[in-house]
């Protein structure tokens, strides 16, 4: 099992665009104020046309021992006018992937707790601007960063360290069906922590972290509130907070050395409850996209809001990773997902109502040149 910071996917995302990785990372550019989308189309895009789509994806599987390939692969987009969802391949077991499979999302759950934080603070239950410890008094809380700066990966409070992960592994594959806490995961991380306000670099711990803030301020379950406040608004009926709810059929069976059999989780219960409030969340490639045009469609959050997500100078707004217009379609952003068995990568871009998923049935995995191949093919279906 690794524990891979979606770090890694930025860069194929934002570097292995150009495929030998030799360009410049773009300058991210930050988007115009909000505005809200229209209702999400409910055409269908015409089968001549979707042809150019599912072949990036049947393209996807042709090497599926590259870098830039996978077993199996799922895709879908969300315009104001039309949607469009397809799949080739398959997952490890050899089970042939549908368009509506469901596979494990890793990170992009960080833009449902991000989105929830934002709804805390304009509820006034919580001040971005006062240190998390405010509200979460833990030891990786103690040098008062902000809960903004944990939003933004400034709060010097580092991802858990290689021999963290290593012991995580250890326990996780001792008891695969267990049932872990925030807390316990949390307890695992020994990495030094830095001053606030400085670069933390890419943190899971940091969402673990406003995973707790979340449960502490509303006392109630992350998987539960998340469920009301934003999956349910945003029609999202295939999405799965893990362990709190579990993934539905039709979904990928992993093959994972630490977690054993199948249990019905992805990969399974004790590793979805030990990433929960930073990788936990199984989903399809369509309700990843409709979550995209919901969320930055300023859709179910107020306009405002979304500004605050999408601004930023480096690579991070709060919550949502900023690719610029490294797509060559308008300036995009969105949030990528890493995880043992699966990558991903959820990307909106706002000047063209559109939001795209990609979804492979193979960790780390370069998903940012299959997403330009795929977005080059999408963008005279947009005109």
């Excluded at 979707?50 to 987009?77: C, E, H």
């Excluded at 833009?111 to 001040?127: H, P, R, S």
């Excluded at 349910?232 to 907070?241: D, M, N, Q, S």
């Excluded at 994972?256 to 979805?272: I, T």
Aim: glycine share 10%; aromatic share 6%.
């Amino acid at each position: 099992m690794r524990w891979s910071a979606t770090a890694l996917l930025v860069f194929a995302l934002v570097v292995g665009c150009s495929g030998g990785g030799e360009s410049p990372a773009p300058t991210p550019t930050t988007p115009a104020s909000a505005q809200a989308f229209p209702e999400p189309g409910t055409g269908t895009l015409d089968p001549a046309k979707a042809k150019a789509l599912q072949n990036v994806v049947d393209m996807v599987i042709a090497s599926p021992d590259a870098q830039t390939g996978s077993r199996g692969a799922t895709a879908a987009v969300v315009t104001d006018r039309w949607t469009w969802a397809g799949a080739a391949g398959t997952d490890i077991r050899g089970t042939p992937l549908r368009p509506e499979t469901a596979m494990a999302a890793g990170d992009i759950t960080m833009t449902f707790v991000a989105a929830e934080v934002m709804l805390l603070a304009k509820a006034g239950k919580v001040d971005l601007d006062k240190p998390i410890s405010t509200y979460v008094p833990h030891k990786l809380t103690a040098n008062n960063a902000t809960v903004r700066q944990h939003l933004s990966m400034t709060s010097g409070v580092p991802d858990f360290g290689g021999d963290d992960y290593r012991e995580l592994d250890k326990a996780i594959a001792a008891a695969p069906g267990r049932h872990w806490t925030l807390e316990q995961t949390l307890s695992y991380h020994t990495a030094r922590i830095g001053a606030p306000g400085s670069d933390s670099g890419y943190s899971n711990a940091s969402y673990q972290l406003l995973g707790l803030l979340i449960e502490k301020v509303t006392g109630e379950p992350l998987a539960g509130r998340l469920r009301r406040d934003l999956a349910t608004p945003a029609g999202l009926k295939h999405a799965a907070f893990q362990d709190g709810e579990k993934p539905q059929p039709p979904a990928v069976v992993d093959h994972n050395e630490s977690c054993g059999e199948p249990d019905g989780y992805l990969p399974c219960r004790a590793f979805a409850s030990a990433v929960a409030a930073a990788g936990g969340l199984a989903a399809d490639a369509p309700t990843v996209a409709r979550w995209g045009y919901q969320l930055y469609g300023a859709r179910v959050l107020p306009a405002d809001l979304v500004s605050e997500m999408t601004k930023g100078d480096g690579p991070n707004g709060l919550g949502t990773e900023l690719f610029g217009n490294i797509l060559d379609i308008g300036a995009a952003f969105g949030h990528g997902g890493n995880n043992p068995d699966h990558t991903s990568v959820m990307v909106v871009v706002p000047a063209k109502k559109v939001s795209v998923a990609l979804m492979v049935a193979d960790g780390s995995r370069n998903i940012g040149t299959m997403v330009q191949d795929l977005t080059k093919a999408l963008q005279p279906l947009l005109n």
